[in-house]
């Protein structure tokens, strides 16, 4: 398996732009989960999914940003229109269901720059 | 809830000597702890996990954690460190009951001197 795939790699963009990131999860793997790492929070859980279905977004941080996921083996994390502060790495991970015992797997992240 | 602490931002250490980056945790019912390396410009890798059993856990790379549960912490050492250990290390957990995501520390960044 190719492992988690995110795409782009690096995206800079504008102030007040929309942004999508993408994400294909391992194949077979039930949970999705996007986070956010910044030098001053560190590694944010914004959403995460089960079988397709968002469970919880209570780390989502402001209606600007938004999360899909249309079938098994694609997300999305949209932020619209984005702001300097939104400036980070964002990771997308999945892992298998059952328990918590199932290792989560990492993507290699994208770099956005909001100028 | 469930929470990790990393009480050292930095730790350094010269090649050869042994390393440990501390972890201690907080969470009700018995845990799931993790740990996680990520290097320069790349996502985090897993290194190992402590579900049940022994306490001391063999990993990827030459590491190995202890899980204490009375000082709840889950310490990762190695005993010869290399430069190319060199990174940022994340401690996580997760609850036994209840499928809940894991809970990251803050990151410890070890630099290992040659």
């Known amino acids: 398996d190719a492992g988690v795939i995110q795409s782009p790699r690096h995206e800079v963009t504008e102030m007040g732009q929309e942004v999508t990131l993408r994400c294909k999860p391992i194949s077979g793997h039930d949970y999705l989960f996007w986070y956010r790492q910044t030098m001053m929070r560190g590694l944010e859980l914004l959403i995460y999914?089960?079988?397709?279905?968002?469970?919880?977004d209570s780390g989502m941080p402001e209606d600007r940003f938004s999360a899909k996921m249309p079938n098994a083996s694609f997300s999305t994390l949209k932020i619209q229109p984005s702001e300097p502060r939104d400036s980070a790495v964002y990771f997308c991970?999945?892992?298998?269901?059952?328990?918590?015992?199932?290792?989560?797997?990492f993507g290699p992240g994208t770099r956005l720059t909001v100028l | 809830a469930q929470s990790v602490a990393q009480p050292e931002d930095q730790v350094n250490v010269a090649e050869g000597n042994p390393l440990t980056v501390k972890c201690t945790y907080s969470?009700?019912?018995?845990?799931?702890l993790f740990w996680y390396v990520q290097y320069p410009n790349r996502g985090l890798q897993f290194l190992l996990k402590y579900i049940t059993g022994d306490n001391l856990v063999k990993g990827s790379y030459g590491f190995e954690a202890e899980f204490n549960k009375s000082q709840t912490s889950f310490h990762l050492k190695k005993p010869s460190a290399l430069v190319s250990d060199s990174a940022l290390y994340f401690c996580?957990?997760?609850?036994?009951?209840?499928?809940?995501?894991?809970?990251f520390g803050k990151g410890t960044r070890l630099s290992v001197i040659a």
């Open positions: 999914f089960n079988n397709n279905v968002p469970i919880d």
């Open positions: 996580a957990v997760s609850r036994i009951s209840g499928n809940t995501p894991l809970v």
């Open positions: 991970a999945s892992r298998t269901g059952g328990s918590g015992t199932d290792t989560q797997y």
């Open positions: 969470v009700s019912g018995n845990p799931y």
